[in-house]
């Protein structure tokens, strides 16, 4: 039997274009208000529904530790009190070091509570850094109060690093070298305080809420200010779209970091502001992993489901010989989301014709826009396409700008749910924003249909990242990166395009190292498998594929060179979400830029 198809928004558009070509697009209808603060959301839905249940995560035995809205609401509440304690406040912050947790979330939940700015930065910086130099620049901006660590043993090193005299610790498991830090079971077993009420009560929309830190791609990480008014009005824009969530309360399975927007603002919010559940996934889409997640997913029906299209991609494979995964999958399924990267067409295919055996119904698999300075969403898609790229249409509040930039249309930002600006940072906080007080997305836009921008947009390319070739012939680099990587047919991970100034492209390539091994079936050091003529033949054959199909100077990749090195975290090539710095790279390794135009050594041409 068919499930009933949820119910999506109806947005009607303002749209205004001026004489040198600038669009500005809004929806008609104003946003409406959604409240004071997050942390009321739970005092409402511990009263409104103090039994069900808001967290769940694995223990180590494997059976599910399952928080409900009353007792998380009492943990917060005590451990509030005891971060007001220790003199934590708006000038001395919580520093978090953690994977996704029960104790992230309710130490975050607590700060939050009583007006504690927190900061969760990305365990890349702790566990993967050799110099912690990221980490080291946060902790001297932010000059947190308390650094909290999930395992203290396992972060001991990078908060060695980091700790001033001042400078509290709390551990919950294996405190390992830190003996003497603070316990977190000590803070969350103690009573509550009438302080931690009064504070809670002294919230406003200007309160800082958290920290987030931008990934690095274009340069040190900038602490993106979150306010719990921007929160607050991009849950609403959320609901607005997303008109099921009032149907019944949503039921998540997210493995995506707290430290990106993505899961620590939309997803987590949306659990809180509907009264839903969120399972925390330890899974991920990677190799050993995975099969955490499908046997979470064999157990828990989602109603709503976030995946990048490589974790998309593992699940198909899994769900196409294991029926009893699809049935749980798409049981009471209202949406499937992708971000981060294209989706290949085969796994868009996949996804809808599953969701039609399973369901009844095509289940609405779409995208959107957004970023951290947004909280973070920004546009949304909610048309059924029949392939992937729509990002959708401008939610309700904001208002998105259109201005024409090298034959393109640069997007730009303005609406509540927009950040202030960067903390401790005025100088990029001002370049962030136009004359006009419009956050610089720094993405190209273009319309699905140029006669009806109702019908959405497509992504066009960051608008820094595009060059010109020596010819003066634009390239959009974004769209050609992808597209070379998917010709690769998965034997590269990512490639950096190169020929600015130059009179035809190159690209260095990051190889797959799991496929390339099996595909030279012989050596374990990278550099012997590149070298490999069977490697060699089969990057040679692609690229003479992807150019056949290429349609002039500016998409006809001519040179490649496989890179035996993957990206550095420390030099600043690759984000801790994985994205690839095209500049960092190209700075880092002058002489693989400079063998690709002198044809050196591992250099394949056309």
Not at 337 to 344: K, L, Q, S, V
């Amino acid at each position: 039997m068919a499930q009933p198809a949820p119910r999506f928004w109806s947005p009607r558009f303002d749209i205004e274009t001026r004489a040198d070509g600038t669009i500005l697009m809004q929806q008609a209808e104003p946003l409406a208000e959604w409240g004071r603060c997050l942390p009321d959301r739970l005092v409402h839905w511990a009263w409104a529904r103090p039994d069900d249940i808001f967290l769940a995560r694995r223990d180590n035995g494997g059976a599910w530790r399952r928080l409900s809205f009353i007792s998380v609401l009492a943990s917060v509440r005590a451990l509030g009190s005891g971060l007001l304690d220790l003199g934590l406040g708006p000038e001395r912050p919580l520093l978090i070091l953690s994977e996704n947790s029960l104790e992230h979330a309710l130490i975050g939940l607590a700060a939050q509570y009583v007006g504690v700015p927190y900061a969760p930065v990305s365990p890349s910086y702790a566990l993967k850094s050799q110099d912690f130099g990221k980490l080291k620049g946060i902790a001297e901006l932010l000059k947190p109060g308390l650094i909290f660590a999930q395992d203290g043993a396992r972060y001991a090193a990078a908060i060695a690093a980091i700790r001033r005299a001042d400078t509290a610790v709390m551990v919950v498991d294996n405190p390992g070298p830190l003996q003497a830090a603070l316990r977190f079971g000590d803070l969350e077993g103690r009573d509550a305080s009438p302080a931690a009420d009064a504070a809670f009560e002294a919230i406003t929309g200007a309160t800082v809420a958290k920290y987030l830190f931008t990934s690095g791609s274009t340069g040190a990480p900038k602490a993106v200010i979150n306010t719990q008014s921007m929160l607050m009005s991009n849950m609403g824009m959320v609901a607005d779209c997303f008109r099921f969530l009032e149907d019944h309360p949503p039921v998540f399975v997210d493995w995506a970091p707290w430290n990106h927007t993505a899961s620590g603002n939309k997803v987590f919010n949306m659990a809180l502001m509907h009264g839903g559940t969120f399972h925390i996934d330890d899974g991920k889409p990677a190799p050993g992993l995975i099969d955490q997640t499908i046997r979470n997913l064999r157990e828990i029906s989602p109603t709503w489901y976030f995946n990048v299209p490589a974790g998309w991609d593992m699940l198909v494979r899994e769900m196409e010989r294991d029926a009893a995964l699809c049935q749980s999958f798409f049981a009471r399924l209202d949406m499937m989301m992708y971000a981060g990267a294209g989706m290949a067409q085969h796994t868009w295919d996949a996804l809808l014709r599953l969701s039609r055996r399973h369901a009844g119904r095509e289940v609405l698999l779409v995208s959107g826009l957004g970023a951290t300075e947004t909280a973070p969403a920004a546009l949304m898609c909610t048309e059924q396409w029949q392939s992937a790229g729509n990002i959708g249409v401008p939610e309700r509040g904001l208002v998105l700008k259109l201005v024409p930039n090298g034959g393109k249309l640069e997007a730009r930002l303005k609406g509540p749910s927009i950040t202030p600006g960067y903390f401790g940072d005025p100088e990029r906080t001002a370049q962030a924003f136009d004359e006009e007080g419009f956050y610089l997305l720094g993405d190209a836009l273009k319309p699905a249909d140029p006669d009806d921008l109702s019908r959405g947009f497509f992504f066009d390319g960051r608008v820094a990242e595009n060059f010109k070739l020596a010819t003066g012939t634009w390239v959009a680099v974004g769209a050609l990166r992808a597209a070379l990587v998917n010709a690769f047919g998965g034997l590269v991970s990512d490639a950096v395009i190169l020929g600015e100034n130059r009179d035809y492209l190159g690209a260095l390539l990051f190889p797959n190292a799991a496929a390339l091994r099996d595909l030279a079936d012989g050596p374990d050091d990278m550099a012997d498998v590149l070298a490999r003529p069977e490697v060699r033949a089969a990057i040679a054959e692609r690229l003479a594929a992807f150019a056949a199909g290429s349609t002039g100077s500016s998409t006809r990749v001519q040179r490649v060179l496989l890179l035996a090195e993957p990206p550095d975290l420390d030099r600043g090539e690759v984000t801790d979400k994985g994205s690839i710095n095209q500049r960092a790279v190209m700075a880092a390794r002058p002489e693989a830029v400079a063998a690709i135009y002198a044809g050196g050594d591992g250099v394949i041409s056309l």
